[in-house]
């Protein structure tokens, strides 16, 4: 390695401009192709990456620890990947053999994949077991299998970086100007998978599909390294090592930066990625609010993220080639990613204003009427700007720490383990810490905060200034004025949505941000984010107490009761009146439960009763887990076309309920007749699962048992003569068991049977209630309703 050299003081170096021969036809062809490799290997890694974060949520759950545990796997290979074939690409030669033996490794495993992780969740039940009901132990469980199933695939996901810089500088010797193009294509790739795996692929062909199309995508950007590495020849940077055992870089010698000054860049890119997705996390949240809460949502959302990414990293290839002090550059874009974060937060409130003022003008009124235009402008506001100028970081980062030197593989290497590392503490402290207890307004400052910090000190350093660490004082109490100064980012968000609403209640948790608002006929309102999820107005109130209600009057002998999820409490509430009933509440979110306390006076104040007990954990995997057995499991209501909710929406779920049930056990499920294409789908799957289904209130409940339902009113009207069944028939204004049957019994089943037909069953590999798109017929323009006052 050559000696370190003083580098010149100025912000930008002047140098005189390097002479290039311009590529020839076969050159710039092979270069093409080579981004188009890289574009493909993108595609497919998120592709793989939702396909996996999906399937592993069946098995360990959605809660934000299983999740985060996922996601940790996930980027820990891509990490540790990227950090041993940086070494290794400096040591081999045939670069582009290498790679494409690497993609045709991630084809081959990701088809396997989804076997595998079926196959992983009866070790998962067994450790679970083993270990104990501890939910320490159950994240430490979920962290070890995780692992060892992404772990090989997620490495070598990792590995492809490295030796597609180091193959590219066989013929291209600009290390900038291909890593910006690189890094650039790849991203883009990964926004193309995520747009077409969320909008068409799951839809049509499951997720089973899905990977077979991603390891396609792996096959082909195998094919191209092949091609091009029999054209091109060795992909050697030079044909003789030196002592050092590195490739000498072709083109013009530059001076490294000194040893310390690399190593703070290295860092600085950690704390980068650190800061880009706790972003990510914090400015999901927040847009969660102006989006419609379906899975074509997040799509939209991770999408418009990669877009910035990519177009910041094509566009840093303008200027990536000139003779600059690229640790300034990247300390100033620091300081613009922080204020650019600053003025986001600011805006962030008005986006609805924004949105209504655009929809006024004749031109874009059309489009934004659309839901998914009106969702991208809220993402292109608040996220685009942003994203471009982390996606220009990276490249800039690229080229401070990587100049002069000779192993470039190992640099590049150790930048993308550190930028992936720092993301991965980003991702666990964004949504473990910061979100629930600093709150969205808050963390985005402080994260501004440290990227304006970053930036000064990367600034100062290279300057060599003795007051380099002096700015950053300043430069930090300017910037938090943003967050001091603006409003209240919640209350404003609300009171810009919900213009003639009135904010009671809210809390950013771990799952969601839960509010409780009071609309202008007097009455209040739970949501989840964007979802209405229960209202204290008559009707409503009603409905969830009669879907508690009738499961208890119709069993015989009701002991066990299991409610999947809390919603506003009406539907426990009116449960827990039957004293002789244990009552088991499984609710994701903890907020949830205290929004719960908040709507007391509804829900018969249903978290002190003793006969409740409420547990926060997943539903479908506390089934999964639990060996208890229940008369009586029902859920609370939950749209199908919600993002998630398909797991509670397949015959797998509905096969674990039944496996659940005791002997004479019945399973009470809400239906929507107003999905008219949906509808029959659920419907179809419930009567697969279920061999005798009756339904109850013209189509909206279904009861379904392994056993005939005992519906004669000489038999139910010995459950009516206990005291408790009496209170609960009088505040249904019921007399006797025939006022229930005339009111309320709808079908026997078996012309709901015959009028849904045979046909398409909802599964965990086809979720077609989430990504109602591929449903033929369905009423997109009810389904996609963004938030709006009901």
């Not at 470039?408 to 980003?426: D, E, H, K, P, Y």
């Not at 207890?437 to 100062?460: C, D, E, F, K, R």
């Amino acid at each position: 390695m050559a000696a370190e050299q003083p580098h010149p003081s100025s912000v930008l170096e002047v140098a005189p401009p390097r002479k290039r021969a311009l590529p020839g036809v076969v050159s710039f062809s092979a270069f093409a192709l080579l981004l188009g490799a890289f574009f493909l290997s993108g595609a497919s890694a998120l592709i793989y990456e939702i396909v996996w974060t999906r399937l592993l949520s069946l098995i360990f759950g959605v809660t934000i620890y299983a999740v985060s545990v996922v996601l940790a796997s996930f980027m820990g290979g891509l990490a540790i990947g990227s950090l041993l074939a940086g070494r290794l690409a400096d040591r081999v030669t045939g670069s582009l053999r290498y790679y494409a033996g690497i993609e045709a490794l991630i084809g081959g495993l990701g088809v396997i994949s989804p076997a595998a992780i079926n196959n992983l969740t009866p070790v998962y039940v067994w450790l679970f077991e083993a270990t104990g009901d501890s939910p320490e132990a159950a994240t430490a469980l979920r962290a070890l299998l995780a692992s060892a199933l992404l772990l090989l695939p997620t490495s070598l996901m990792g590995a492809t970086l490295p030796f597609m810089v180091r193959a590219s500088l066989g013929r291209f010797p600009h290390l900038g100007e291909n890593f910006s193009l690189l890094y650039a294509l790849n991203t883009a790739g990964a926004a193309a998978g995520t747009l077409a795996a969320g909008f068409f692929l799951i839809g049509r062909l499951g997720f089973q599909g899905s990977v077979y199309v991603a390891a396609l995508l792996n096959v082909g950007a195998c094919l191209i390294a092949l091609f091009l590495s029999l054209i091109l020849g060795d992909t050697r940077v030079a044909a003789t090592r030196r002592a050092g055992g590195g490739a000498a870089p072709p083109g013009p010698a530059e001076a490294p930066y000194p040893g310390v000054l690399r190593g703070l860049v290295l860092v600085g890119i950690g704390v980068s990625g650190f800061c880009a997705l706790a972003y990510e996390i914090l400015w999901f949240r927040i847009l969660d609010l102006f989006f419609n809460g379906t899975a074509y949502a997040f799509s939209l959302m991770l999408f418009t993220f990669l877009v910035g990414l990519a177009l910041g990293s094509g566009v840093s290839r303008l200027f990536i080639g000139r003779a600059w002090n690229w640790v300034v550059v990247l300390g100033l874009l620091e300081v613009l990613v922080g204020l650019e974060a600053a003025v986001a937060l600011r805006l962030a409130g008005k986006v609805p204003l924004v949105r209504e003022a655009l929809a006024g003008m004749p031109a874009l009124a059309p489009l934004l009427e659309r839901p998914v235009f009106g969702m991208a402008v809220a993402g292109v506001l608040v996220l685009l700007p942003l994203t471009v100028l982390l996606g220009m970081t990276f490249p800039v980062a690229a080229q401070a720490v990587a100049r002069g030197q000779q192993h470039v593989g190992t640099i590049i290497g150790r930048m993308s383990a550190a930028n992936t590392f720092g993301a991965i503490l980003g991702s666990l402290a964004g949504g473990f810490w910061l979100l629930p207890v600093m709150g969205t307004q808050w963390s985005i400052g402080s994260l501004a905060l440290a990227n304006v910090v970053l930036g000064v000190v990367l600034v100062g350093w290279a300057l060599r200034s003795k007051a380099r660490l002096a700015w950053a004082a300043p430069s930090a109490a300017l910037l938090l004025v943003a967050p001091l100064s603006a409003p209240e980012l919640l209350p404003e968000v609300y009171r810009n949505l919900f213009k003639d609403y009135q904010l009671l209640w809210h809390e950013e948790g771990l799952e969601n941000t839960v509010s409780v608002l009071k609309n202008p006929q007097g009455y209040a309102m739970l949501f989840l984010n964007s979802r209405e999820q229960a209202s204290d107005s008559p009707g409503m109130v009603a409905f969830h107490e009669f879907l508690g209600h009738l499961p208890m009057l119709l069993h015989p002998d009701p002991q066990d009761v299991l409610i999947i999820g809390l919603g506003g409490g009406a539907t426990p509430g009116a449960i827990s009146r039957y004293r002789s009933a244990h009552l088991d509440v499984v609710e994701l979110s903890p907020s949830v439960v205290r929004a719960a306390e908040v709507l007391s006076y509804m829900n018969n104040q249903v978290l002190a009763r003793e006969n409740v007990h409420v547990k926060v954990d997943d539903g479908r995997n506390y089934l999964l887990l639990s060996k208890k057995k229940y008369d009586v499991i029902t859920a609370d209501l939950i749209q199908p076309f919600h993002a998630g909710s398909g797991n509670l929406y397949s015959r797998e779920y509905f096969r674990l309920v039944r496996e659940a049930l005791k002997e004479g056990g019945i399973m009470v499920q809400w239906m929507n007749p107003g999905l008219t294409t949906l509808y029959p789908l659920i419907a179809r799957t419930f009567f697969s699962e279920f061999p005798y289904v009756t339904v109850w209130a013209y189509g909206t409940i279904f009861i379904g048992s392994m056993q005939p339902l005992n519906l004669d009113p000489a038999a139910l009207q010995q459950r009516f003569q206990q005291e408790e069944v009496q209170e609960a028939a009088r505040s249904l204004d019921l007399s006797q068991p025939a006022d229930l049957l005339q009111r309320s019994f709808y079908d026997d089943g078996s012309k709901m049977r015959r009028a849904i037909g045979d046909g398409l069953v909802l599964t965990d590999d086809l979720p077609l209630t989430e990504y109602f798109r591929a449903v033929p017929g369905t009423p997109l323009s009810r389904l996609e309703e963004p938030l709006a006052a009901p």
